[in-house]
T-cell receptor, first 112, second 114 residues
Framework: GQQVMQIPQYQHVQEGEDFTTYCNSS?????IQWYKQRPGGHPVFLIQ?????EVKKQKRLTFQFGEAKKNSSLHITATQTTDVGTYFC????????????FGTGTRLLVSP | NAGVTQTPKFRVLKTGQSMTLLCAQD?????MYWYRQDPGMGLRLIHY???????AKGEVPDGYNVSRLKKQNFLLGLESAAPSQTSVYFC?????????????FGNGTRLTVT
């Protein structure tokens, strides 16, 4: 079945440093969604990418969908302590009726 | 507008006991889901429902049952709890299963089985 892996599993940065998490799928995706989960909280939807090569920005966050629609990345510029949490990608296969499959997540810790 | 509400927030069970987790949404969403979250394993789909009166198995359905008698409610049952079911359970809903429907999650239920 479809598998979605994320790297790294964990990253600890100093406030102001950049951060990137990568998401890789074993199959081609129709779209990819990104969620953020604060410690002790629940996942919250951030954004969705649909087109091959698509790039979207939300303030300091830049999301990218690969040309082959099998990978994606989230880049945070100049991290802040409010960025702390776990970031999940979630992808849906592009053939037939496919369920959303979540990646394993990247936990980000930001020190002031 | 409360969104997705899960009860209870915490529960401790002994092996073999049963319980039901309740999920309620007030967004008139068709689709509802139950996930479990374990360290290092992300979110895994247990069961889901595409509408009132329907249910389907997800990735890890064994040991769980679900019911969707009303559109706004989705119940997750554990008939005979096992320590392997210690986890955080999240309910989610979406408008549709279409490409552009994000999931709205509840606050989660932390379950410990001893």
């Amino acid at each position: 079945g479809q598998q979605v892996m994320q790297i790294p599993q964990y990253q600890h940065v100093q406030e102001g440093e950049d951060f990137t998490t990568y998401c890789n799928s074993s199959t081609t995706l129709s779209n990819i969604q990104w969620y953020k989960q604060r410690p002790g909280g629940h996942p919250v939807f951030l954004i969705q990418l649909v087109k091959s090569g698509e790039v979207k920005k939300q303030k300091r966050l830049t999301f990218q969908f690969g040309e082959a629609k099998k990978n994606s990345s989230l880049h945070i510029t100049a991290t802040q302590t409010t960025d702390v949490g776990t970031y999940f990608c979630a992808g849906r296969g592009d053939t037939g009726f496919q369920k959303l499959v979540f990646g394993t997540g990247t936990r980000l810790l930001v020190s002031p | 507008n409360a969104g997705v509400t899960q009860t209870p927030k915490f529960r401790v069970l002994k092996t073999g006991q049963s319980m039901t987790l309740l999920c309620a949404q007030d967004m008139n969403h068709e689709y509802m889901y139950w996930y479990r979250q374990d360290p290092g394993m992300g979110l895994r789909l247990i069961h889901y429902s595409v509408g009132e009166g329907t249910t389907a198995k997800g990735e890890v359905p064994d040991g769980y049952n679900v019911s969707r008698l009303k559109k706004q409610n989705f119940l997750l049952g554990l008939e005979s709890a096992a320590p392997s079911q210690t986890s955080v359970y999240f309910c989610a809903s979406s408008y549709s299963e279409g490409r552009r429907s994000p999931l709205h999650f509840g606050n989660g239920t932390r379950l410990t089985v001893t």
